[in-house]
């Protein structure tokens, strides 16, 4: 049994393709690492890029070539052919830091924890900046329970660009992605989560995620026009986390909310701020709230920590212009020093 499954979906990314793949398939780990690929119907050059890496490394990379059914899809073909130890997903316009994805494989041979967390560099490319994405509150190499951490609103949740999952754990979590549909990382970053009895963190940012790029789900007016798909996904985790609350430890329900949490708050942007049919935007949030508070109480009481929705609840979900964060903060303030309160 090889260390880790890299699953690799691929959908029309010959342009980023080589550097993805030539990142890991270094023969320093050959023995350790199977990258499944999965070309995902692409139309351009991808799957003839694929077959010549095949060709060059038969004993590490396995190539799934398969009809268009969405990213979701494309994990969940790369899941069930995996053999590997723990189980990974790399986007194929992303790649990983070879020197470190070196060290990191090292360490990982000796693991034995559920989940495996690192940090991760967003890579914008309209600034040719990059900013690192850490979790301050864990130390390198330590091993933690969900229930040994306070998790709060302000803290980041594990990702698909820091996560390497046991691949056994996921498939007795029953994970399958949505296919079809966007957004279904967060699906991947939370089913599994009742599962997990023990997490280590390496600190080493081997992922880098590639921001800029046309057509990628968070490209900002991509964003609002598959704002549907990103409800979808929404209201399909606060339906799996209110079936499971009673079964679940104090910190997994914490950190599952505060991961459901997080996604409510880009929904509510998405709706409230960005959306240029502002009624209709009110109407739909107005509904959707509602359904959360019937769903799932503690849930809904989030929404308080959402300065966009919590003012709206007050303000009877009128067709208020949202200021976002630091303009409701500064509304707060100015209610504050007038003596006035939101009813």
């Not at 505060?258 to 049919?277: A, G, K, Q, V």
Request: net charge neutral.
């Amino acid at each position: 049994m090889k260390t880790l499954s890299l699953v690799v979906p691929v959908y029309n990314t010959e342009a980023y393709l080589r550097r993805c793949l030539d990142s890991v398939l270094l023969e320093e780990v050959a023995a350790e690492l199977e990258v499944i690929a999965v070309n995902d119907g692409s139309t351009d050059g991808s799957l003839s890029i694929l077959r010549e890496y095949q060709a060059r490394y038969p004993e590490m990379l396995i190539l799934i070539d398969k009809e268009n059914g969405g990213h979701g899809s494309a994990v969940n073909a790369g899941l069930q052919a995996a053999s590997g130890r723990y189980f990974r997903v790399l986007d194929s316009d992303d790649w990983f830091d070879s020197p470190g994805f070196l060290r990191y494989m090292k360490l990982l041979s000796s693991c034995e924890e559920d989940l495996i967390v690192t940090p991760y560099t967003q890579e914008y490319t309209w600034s040719g900046t990059e900013i690192r994405h850490d979790y301050p509150w864990l130390k390198n190499e330590q091993i933690y329970t969900m229930d040994g951490i306070d998790w709060r609103e302000d803290m980041d949740y594990f990702c698909l660009a820091s996560s390497a999952w046991r691949t056994q754990l996921l498939r007795e979590s029953g994970l399958r992605l949505s296919e079809n549909c966007s957004y279904v990382d967060m699906e991947y970053n939370l089913w599994p989560i009742p599962l997990v009895n023990r997490f280590r963190f390496l600190d080493i940012p081997i992922y880098r995620y590639f921001l800029g790029r046309p057509e990628q789900s968070m490209d900002p007016a991509l964003m609002l026009r598959q704002t549907p798909m990103h409800q979808k996904v929404l209201c399909s985790l606060i339906e799996y986390v209110a079936g499971l609350s009673a079964d679940l430890s104090a910190g997994k329900k914490q950190y599952m909310q505060l991961l459901i949490y997080h996604m409510l708050h880009t929904h509510i942007r998405l709706l409230c701020i960005e959306s240029l049919d502002r009624r209709r935007a009110f109407r739909e949030i107005r509904t959707l709230d509602a359904w959360i508070r019937s769903r799932s109480p503690e849930i809904y009481a989030l929404g308080e920590c959402i300065p966009s929705l919590k003012f709206s609840r007050r303000l009877g979900y009128r067709n208020l212009l949202f200021p976002g964060r630091r303009g409701a903060k500064l509304l707060a303030e100015l209610l504050s020093r007038r003596g006035a309160s939101l009813p």
